[in-house]
């Protein structure tokens, strides 16, 4: 139990909290990260609690000075063991310590539940930031590798199954444009991340005319709070911030899986960098993928923690409530989780090295039986007819075990003589790639274009 002088609220008690209860509502463990940005809240209040004159100037400078010592104290661990309820008790009892009795006047109109919102506001844009950067250097290894790769050629799958041929630079490109997406959603996400709850008070607004719009200049937000009901209840912009998280674990495992399949003896497209790669304790000869599998682990515990957010916000009503503090721990392991993936994914990326003849030996003639069917619709064959019949002889091919483009021309006039031309011109998978110039296709020009673009959707 903390030391009854520790506690914020004692007053109105005659009897200590429970032990079990303690347990579960002290949040310490879990808040203590925040203390940098509750010491840059108190340090703002300290100066708006001056701009309404309940601090004197030699006041303003005692609190100032003090909280600089209890940085030096938090850097130095000062919160490890510590039995305070949480961060704001904590700092409270710590500048206290140092300050003497001028700390008691820090707390002035203001409540726990507009300071810690106004914490996690600062936090959230912290990590934002630093899973934007993580992602861009995710994207900007995912365009270095498109680029290297502009001229090999891999056949892509749908159904997991060989579909088309198409360049390693579209395949690589193919997973850069859903994180260009994420960041979209994190800006946004800071966006309204960026409005200031501090002066909201508990639920009514502060007793004290501070300037909240000084505030919110001093602290980095872009905005005020308009109702201080919603600014001590609002967490939608965790909500937001863990579902972009989300969505970008959920790509970085697309991406890991991908790599996990192309890995294998039975694609061989790629070779993975053995530093992100583990060993077998029974089988010497085993290298597993195992940062990747990690990763498409790691979007199901995301994507888990956003569940249980919105399940702990579906009815709550109005203002604070302390099912709120069961949401830290997701918000914080949510954004923390998804950037240690997406920085994981980027070694991954510049490390691996592709397998060119691998990826050749995989471009059946099969690959092509979709440039087949066009070839016939140009000769003026309906598609579904074309359809048709270059399915009829890819069964004839499968009868014979030859390739689609290696069966004798009796068989070929024996399905049908309109496919003879067709099948002489098909050529191979550059000709097919080539084949679709349009935006967004695999022809070589429409692939630099593509480039020139996501090297400017990643350059910052």
Do not use: C
């Not at 954004?335 to 995989?362: I, K, N």
């Amino acid at each position: 139990m903390p030391d009854a002088s520790h506690v914020m609220w004692g007053g109105r008690f005659a009897e200590p909290m429970d032990p079990r209860l303690d347990r579960l509502n002290r949040s310490l463990p879990v808040d203590r990260r925040l203390w940098r940005e509750d010491l840059a809240t108190n340090r703002a209040w300290v100066h708006a609690l001056e701009g309404v004159g309940v601090l004197t100037a030699a006041e303003r400078d005692a609190l100032l000075r003090g909280l600089d010592a209890v940085a030096t104290r938090l850097e130095g661990g000062a919160a490890e063991g510590a039995d305070d309820e949480d961060i704001h008790s904590l700092v409270e009892r710590l500048l206290g310590e140092v300050a003497g009795p001028v700390a008691g006047k820090l707390h002035t109109g203001r409540s726990r539940n507009d300071q810690m919102a106004t914490d996690l506001r600062l936090w959230s844009m912290t990590a934002i930031d630093g899973l934007d950067a993580a992602l861009a250097a995710l994207g900007r290894a995912l365009v270095a590798r498109a680029s290297e790769g502009l001229d090999l050629l891999m056949p892509a799958y749908t159904h997991t199954q060989r579909a088309q041929p198409v360049r390693f630079a579209h395949w690589a490109l193919a997973h850069a444009w859903p994180l260009a997406r994420d960041r979209g959603r994190l800006a946004d996400a800071r966006r309204r991340t960026a409005v200031l709850p501090l002066g909201a008070g508990a639920i009514a607004g502060s007793g004290f005319a501070v300037d909240r719009r000084a505030l919110a200049a001093r602290l980095g937000f872009a905005e005020v709070a308009p109702n201080s009901l919603d600014a001590v209840g609002d967490r939608d912009f965790t909500v937001e911030a863990v579902f972009a998280a989300t969505l970008a674990a959920v790509h970085a495992s697309r991406l890991a899986e991908d790599l996990i399949l192309f890995s294998t003896a039975e694609f061989g497209f790629v070779a993975l960098p053995e530093g992100f790669t583990t060993g077998s304790s029974l089988m010497p000869q085993k290298r597993n993928p195992d940062a990747l599998e990690l990763a498409r682990g790691a979007a199901g515990q995301v994507l888990g923690r956003l569940v249980g957010m919105l399940t702990t916000l579906k009815a709550m009503p109005a203002g604070y409530q302390k099912d709120l503090q069961e949401n830290n721990v997701a918000l914080f392991e949510a954004l923390d989780r998804s950037t240690v993936v997406a920085l994981l994914l980027e070694g991954v990326v510049v490390g691996l090295r592709p397998v060119p003849e691998r990826m050749a030996a995989a471009l059946d003639a099969g690959t092509r039986a979709t440039d087949l069917a066009d070839l016939l619709v140009r000769a003026g064959l309906p598609f579904r007819d074309a359809h048709a019949l270059v399915g009829r002889l890819v069964r004839r091919a499968e009868e014979l075990s030859l390739p689609l483009d290696a069966l004798p021309p009796a068989e070929i006039r024996a399905l049908d003589p309109r496919l003879a031309a067709p099948l002489a011109a098909l050529g191979g998978a550059l000709e097919a790639v080539e084949r679709r110039t349009v935006e967004g296709g695999t022809a070589r020009a429409a692939v630099l274009v593509q480039l020139e673009r996501a090297g400017a959707a990643f350059a910052a």
